[in-house]
């Protein structure tokens, strides 16, 4: 498998980061930093040695299954990169599953039919509704991800989420994926991130009042005081 890097959260689950996707989003987190930001620098700078030095290698499933068996993981977060691009990703979704692990895939929305049956939930990301705007961000059309939100939108297990982003992605546009969503599934989950390191709470957070009126769900993850930064299972320092 692709993937390169595994934290575990203070709730018990954990989060895997797969490496590569073929969408290149102008703001990307991982073109920026490879590792989990909530890692201490002093740990993300070893990190980045060692993978310079190629002293990281990609886990096996067996190892990646052992590796989350040992530290009490039930439920494993799919993200990256873009792990539906993994070729192994639906052999290990079988094996977590046969292993009592739940999987919550996060991803761009292309490919999902042979995966949904498979994990307990997804994330699924509408970068913008506008198709001239999707390919500016992503340089990929949208239209495969707006078939697979009309496909899978009403199921319980999709969570949608997309980006705000100042002078690309403002809350014009997500009013607009907001009433695209609403006609599929009125009570979907929507989340909205901003751009890591943007400073535009305030602005998103007005933005997300108005998106309420049409999917009463929206929200976006906030987090308040000390940040405990995850515990690294995977590479080993």
Same mark, same amino acid.
């Given at each position: ?19 590569g ?33 190629? $002293?990281?290698?990609f886990?096996?499933?067996?190892? %990646?299954?052992?590796? *989350? =068996? @040992?530290?009490?993981?039930? !439920? ?24 009592r ?11 999902? $039919? ?6 307990k939930? %997804?994330?699924?990301s *509408? =970068? @913008?509704l506008?198709?001239? !705007? ?45 009433? %695209? ?23 998103l ?6 998106v ?9 993850i ?7 930064p995850?515990?690294?299972l995977?590479p080993?320092?």
């Amino acid at each position: 498998m692709k993937v390169y890097q595994v934290v575990k959260f203070k709730d018990g689950s954990a989060y895997a980061t797969f490496w590569g996707c073929d969408w290149e989003c102008t703001y990307c987190i991982w073109k920026k930093e490879k590792w989990n930001i909530c890692l201490s620098q002093h740990l993300r700078d070893e990190l980045d040695k060692r993978w310079s030095s190629k $002293d990281i290698s990609f886990l096996e499933i067996d190892d %990646f299954i052992n590796l *989350l =068996k @040992a530290n009490n993981v039930d !439920l494993v977060f799919l993200g990256g990169g873009e792990p539906t691009q993994d070729p192994q990703l639906k052999d290990f979704l079988i094996t977590a599953r046969e292993n009592r692990i739940e999987s919550w895939i996060i991803t761009n929305s292309e490919n999902m $039919d042979e995966f949904f049956d498979l994990a307990k939930g %997804f994330t699924m990301s *509408l =970068k @913008a509704l506008d198709e001239n !705007l999707h390919l500016k961000i992503t340089g990929h059309s949208n239209e495969k991800v707006i078939k697979n939100f009309e496909k899978f939108g009403k199921s319980e297990k999709v969570v949608a989420e997309s980006v705000y982003s100042k002078g690309l992605v403002e809350c014009d546009e997500m009013m607009k994926i907001a009433k %695209f969503l609403s006609k599929i599934n009125k009570d979907i989950k929507f989340r909205i991130d901003p751009e890591v390191n943007e400073g535009l709470n305030e602005e998103l957070d007005e933005c997300i009042e108005h998106v309420r009126k049409i999917i009463p769900n929206t929200y976006r993850i906030k987090v308040t005081g000390k940040v405990e930064p995850p515990q690294l299972l995977y590479p080993k320092i």
